[in-house]
């Protein structure tokens, strides 16, 4: 990796998923500005790094405001209303892909183009107007790209939630893989065949890291409430997804949240007359399973679609039969954001409602994904 610190701008920052990513990966790099028009998003941000991000309109941005910034890399996560399956497709026609567009447009006049980008969204993107005119402008700016869909399944991770995610480079700079350029791409191996080459103390054979990141750990090493009524093991284990760098100080995550999360199951548990009107259409899980739903912005509002129910009580049988028997509740957003896999360090502020956890959570993205991207996009060939 290059020995100067690479300044890094992070447009759409939310909670912090991509600074929390970037630090993951612990790549020689520095956040120097954020920008994220939500202020309920900018007060959990500035909670977590003491730095508020920029707040204003990012389509009254010019070419000469970015330049002064001297960035070496861009970090987007641009809304993704436009493009998903649930939403309208409006695409370039969605007032909410505007500002996206308009930075893509600024970078044939900067006079200091960024030397990286990083764009992640949701499938349905890639083949979106908005993906074509991102790869046209990249490309006519003299940058190389590498496209992959991935998701935490594919790190060890039980959750399902694949996503789309943009590499460029600015030549003469190259990727350490040079043979997926311009390719799209649905394995995280092009992203570890390197470090496995050239990490000598590293005994496992790439075969093995590959098993080894097929091999999801179960929900239960993710939940944080247990309950009392029954023998379910669901205690705290947020340590496991080896993000926390306090692995010994819990306070951050228990204290800070109670009002919210841990003291009662009860406003989690969900309602008999869901079960009887969804009932065929809930996605239900155990803490020995090891896969769960998307969580969307709308999980703890309504129920079909939205994200998976965690079964308090092991049913005899499991199906859908006797869901009324199985304590099916909601995961907490403490638990949400341990899928997210967020370091145990993470935590909102108090006059944050639970409603809105939920929502930002569930724009945000996965860190254990995220984080092997930015290493592999910041590693130099």
């Excluded at 070419?63 to 996560?77: I, M, N, V």
């Excluded at 497709?89 to 900067?110: H, M, N, V, W």
């Excluded at 703890?300 to 099916?328: F, I």
Aim: charged share 20%; with cysteine; aromatic share 12%.
């Amino acid at each position: 990796m290059g020995k100067e610190v690479q300044r890094v701008l992070e447009f759409y920052s939310g909670i912090g998923g991509m600074r929390y990513s970037l630090m993951k990966a612990q790549v020689n790099a520095q956040v120097i500005e954020a920008f994220e028009i939500n202020n309920i998003a900018n007060d959990v941000y500035q909670h977590n790094f003491s730095h508020r991000p920029y707040q204003g309109n990012i389509q009254c941005l010019t070419a000469a405001d970015l330049d002064k910034y001297g960035a070496d890399a861009w970090l987007l996560s641009p809304p993704c209303q436009p493009y998903t399956r649930q939403g309208l497709q409006k695409d370039t026609g969605d007032a909410r892909a505007f500002s996206f567009l308009q930075i893509l447009e600024l970078i044939p006049f900067l006079l200091q183009p960024p030397n990286m980008l990083f764009v992640e969204n949701v499938v349905g993107f890639e083949t979106s107007d908005t993906h074509a005119k991102l790869i046209e402008i990249l490309e006519k700016t003299n940058f190389i790209t590498q496209e992959f869909i991935l998701s935490p399944l594919q790190f060890g991770i039980p959750y399902s939630r694949p996503r789309y995610f943009c590499l460029a480079k600015r030549k003469p700079s190259s990727f350490l893989n040079e043979s997926v350029n311009h390719q799209l791409i649905q394995s995280p191996r092009p992203l570890f065949e390197h470090f496995n080459t050239v990490a000598k103390e590293d005994d496992l054979s790439l075969e093995d890291r590959q098993n080894l990141l097929q091999s999801c750990q179960p929900i239960e090493k993710f939940l944080v409430l247990k309950n009392s009524s029954n023998d379910t093991n669901v205690e705290s284990a947020a340590s496991t997804t080896g993000l926390s760098n306090d692995s010994n100080d819990t306070s951050r995550t228990s204290g800070n949240d109670s009002n919210h999360e841990y003291d009662s199951l009860d406003k989690y548990y969900v309602q008999p007359s869901l079960l009887e009107r969804w009932g065929s259409a809930l996605d239900v899980v155990y803490p020995d399973s090891k896969r769960c739903c998307c969580f969307t912005k709308s999980y703890y509002r309504y129920v079909k679609g939205t994200g998976s129910l965690l079964a308090t009580v092991q049913p005899m049988k499991r199906d859908k039969t006797s869901l009324k028997e199985q304590g099916l509740r909601y995961f907490t957003p403490r638990e949400v954001a341990n899928l997210h896999s967020f370091p145990e360090g993470f935590e909102f502020p108090e006059h944050i409602s639970l409603k809105q956890r939920y929502a930002l959570l569930g724009n945000s993205l996965s860190i254990a994904v995220v984080a092997p991207l930015l290493q592999y996009l910041f590693t130099d060939a």
